[in-house]
RNA sequence: CGGGGCGUAGCGCAGUCUGGUAGCGCACUUGACUGGGGGUCAAGUGGUCGCAGGUUCAAAUCCUGCCGUCCCGACCA
């Protein structure tokens, strides 16, 4: 293809608004336009790498047994009444009515649709287990849309729902799905980590996240140094702390004036921050609930969320729900003599001697310990906490460290939530019905293009992996409108190639090397020819395969040969 | 939704504080030179200064409201 022809607006400047590489690279390069917070046109160039992520989950995805289908984008109130989530989804689903005043949602995910289609479709156990899956653009209107197409509004994602009858089969297929998202990542050259992490909205057990580790990345994935513990922070958990220590202090009242904050009270007292626990206070919905955190600790907000009585979603008491529940202002709240229910968080419940808040402002206990000076009910000890890196993993096995993620895909076991809902049944051997068990898998296609941009790149632009690429070869022809010979061998050679299988983009503009050098830099495609004068003079054109790799001067017939072997 | 920033030519910005002829760089057009890493010179094209009100003899500039957009926090592929 002629550069000349194709729509390819690199730009030297880099956009104010663009702040993460990837994001500044795609506008750069010419992949992306913005038309409005969180919609992106895809420009030519983009768009062939969108393409060939596509092929890759599709290829793959087949591979795995799934069957293709396309459910549409818009999709009727009433299914998403049965399930509850047209209350329940907020404004996130982008609703409308038709011209027969109907309410109409853009489907921001599809287990209503599918659930739908099943339960008029399937009956049988035998046509379980079944998956299917479809490649297709999805509309959330997110609170924040950032990071260019790394968090758009509308975006494409490959979303699959699987059927099972019995709990083997469900889980020999959300296995395969596992399998099936690393082998596409791995085709993608992507350095991953499959993590446990919280369901969120969609509802059900457990899922798995898929990030793609980057530094820009939204998501704290945790890991463990030894053995294959990976979690999301939101769900990680650390190996259980040791069995409290024995009480060595008696408790007693030290006047703290002024001192509000962990940092403040251990100063002041000179001990470590570990033997300070704090107070946080949720509201419940009886009231507040205080949560003893240990002082270097932080609270996690999805944890919290599941504390039993706690407001939905959490919400932290102010100030004066505060003063009225332990009659201290924030600041100078603990467990001791508490009225309000008490959580505990384990590693707070194994400190001994500890200080915390007297529930009178200015004052603080100090040599506290749980059973002697107050009662501590198992039932109140609650992991509530982030971990926090350096924390022993679970198991025994090493200890946690910490890296950023993007989470490229999700794969979620629904159980029988939505079949449920929806009263989708099969017969089963003896003919009773029974309630298929499901799982979705999503992969974020669009903001996969970002996630390898992110990880493949240098200073000079973006780094294709081969599979990715949206060209082949890049034949970068050097005066080419004015040197008949230049024209020649570029054309001649374009066109060998393309015979050969290999999509081509002959730089054939009438623009100086320097611009031409600069701009294939950017694009990045893998494989490079460069076509001048002077090296035809010597019958050669000069040849680069690989990112990394040298130069090489070959004749074209050779060079041609050399790529076109390549390909096979 | 809470907090902050920014809206001036296609892009990046100055001018706004202190009201008085709308500017610079890049891009684009034409010509000449140049021709292996974003080249040089010359001549051009292009702007209701986000929108609406207000103050003023006079508003890009001051005031009010609205809109858009970006960044930071709670949600998600």
């Not at 159980?415 to 049944?425: D, L, P």
């Amino acid at each position: 293809m002629r550069q000349s022809q194709l729509l390819i607006p690199t730009i030297k400047e880099v956009p104010a608004d663009a702040d993460i590489v990837s994001h500044r690279l795609m506008l750069r390069a010419g992949l992306i336009r913005q038309v409005a917070s969180g919609l992106y046109t895809w420009l030519p160039l983009g768009l062939r790498v969108v393409r060939k992520i596509e092929a890759i989950i599709r290829e793959e995805m087949d591979r795995s047994g799934a069957q293709e289908l396309s459910m549409p984008v818009v999709q009727p109130a009433e299914l998403w009444r049965e399930t509850g989530r047209w209350e329940k989804m907020g404004p996130e689903l982008a609703r409308f009515q038709d011209r027969h005043e109907r309410d109409f949602c853009l489907g921001p995910t599809h287990e209503e649709i599918i659930t739908d289609l099943f339960r008029r479709e399937v009956h049988s156990y035998r046509q379980l287990p079944c998956n299917f899956y479809q490649i297709q653009t999805k509309f959330r209107d997110e609170v924040r849309p950032r990071f260019g197409v790394m968090r758009a509004r509308e975006f494409v994602m490959k979303d699959a729902y699987s059927f099972a009858a019995d709990q083997a089969s469900f889980d020999a297929t959300y296995r395969e799905m596992h399998r099936c998202y690393s082998r596409i990542l791995m085709r993608m050259q992507l350095d991953f980590r499959a993590v446990e992490a919280d369901t969120g909205n969609i509802g059900g057990a457990n899922s798995h996240e898929f990030h793609v580790l980057a530094d820009s990345g939204e998501d704290t994935i945790v890991h463990a140094t030894e053995g294959d513990y990976a979690a999301n922070l939101e769900r990680a958990v650390s190996a259980p702390p040791p069995p409290c220590g024995a009480a060595t202090e008696t408790m007693r009242e030290v006047a703290t004036p002024g001192v509000t904050t962990i940092a403040q009270v251990a100063a002041l007292l000179d001990a470590p921050v570990t033997q300070c626990l704090k107070a946080l206070v949720i509201r419940g919905k009886k009231g507040p609930i205080v949560i003893m955190l240990r002082g270097d600790h932080e609270l996690n907000l999805i944890k919290a969320q599941k504390i039993p009585g706690a407001q939905q979603p959490l919400e932290f008491a102010d100030a004066a729900e505060i003063l009225a529940a332990t009659g201290a202002n924030p600041g100078s709240i603990g467990p001791v003599g508490l009225q309000a229910p008490l959580i505990v968080d384990p590693q707070a419940a194994a400190t001994a001697d500890f200080i915390c808040g007297a529930n009178r402002d200015g004052h603080h206990y100090r040599g506290v310990n749980w059973g002697r000076d107050l009662p501590l009910a198992d039932s109140q000890v609650l992991d509530v906490r982030n971990v926090a890196p350096g924390d022993p993993a679970p198991g025994g096995q090493g200890e946690l460290r910490f890296l950023k993620g993007i989470e490229a895909g999700h794969i979620f076991q629904l159980g029988r939530t939505y079949s449920e809902a929806m009263q989708a049944k099969v017969l089963d051997r003896d003919g009773k019905p029974v309630t298929p068990i499901m799982g979705c898998y999503g992969m974020g296609v669009t903001r996969l293009v970002a996630a390898v941009i992110e990880q493949h790149h240098n200073a000079g632009g973006i780094l294709w992996p081969d599979p990715l690429a949206p060209f082949d070869i890049h034949i970068l022809a050097l005066n080419y409108g004015k040197s008949s010979i230049v024209r020649e061998a570029a054309d001649n050679l374009a066109a060998q190639l393309e015979a050969g299988g290999l999509a081509t983009l002959l730089d054939d503009r009438a623009e100086r090397p320097g611009v031409k050098f600069a701009d294939a830099d950017l694009i990045g495609l893998p494989r490079r020819i460069v076509i001048g004068d002077r090296g035809l003079r010597e019958g050669r054109v000069e040849c680069r395969i690989g990112h990394g790799a040298e130069m090489e001067a070959l004749a074209p017939n050779e060079a041609a040969a050399r790529l076109t072997d390549l390909q096979r």
